[in-house]
Nanobody, 116 residues
């Protein structure tokens, strides 16, 4: 089993920054892709960014140039640095871990609120 725990959400003014953290534990030896997703009120959950075990990254268009995903393998932690935040970034952010046999694990989510 894999445990996924996010932290770092909060309230920030538009234009500000936040860094989210996601720590995974348990049977993580097969985890090869980590990602951040978000779900705004009344909307479907959407992909924000992913990072592979080889540190290849992918971002949704709306966050390119503002958000950066990274990982610290020694700490089993993935980060999402969010800069130049906008009100439309307000959402619950979820961390996702996927292993080599496509099993996925989700965290409980952390709320990011951007005030305009």
């Amino acid at each position: 089993q894999v445990q996924v725990v996010e932290s770092g959400g909060g309230l920030v003014q538009a234009g500000g920054s936040l860094r989210l953290s996601c720590k995974v534990s348990g049977s993580i030896f097969r985890i090869n892709v980590m990602g951040w997703y978000r779900q705004a009120p009344g909307k479907q959950r959407e992909l924000v960014a992913t990072i592979t075990s080889g540190s290849l990254t992918n971002y949704t268009d709306s966050v390119v140039g503002r958000f950066t995903i990274s990982r610290d393998n020694a700490k089993n932690t993935v980060y999402l640095q969010m800069n130049s935040l906008k009100s439309e970034d307000t959402a619950v952010y979820y961390c996702n871990a996927r292993n080599t046999i496509s099993q996925t694990y989700w965290g409980q989510g952390t709320l990011v609120t951007v005030s305009s």
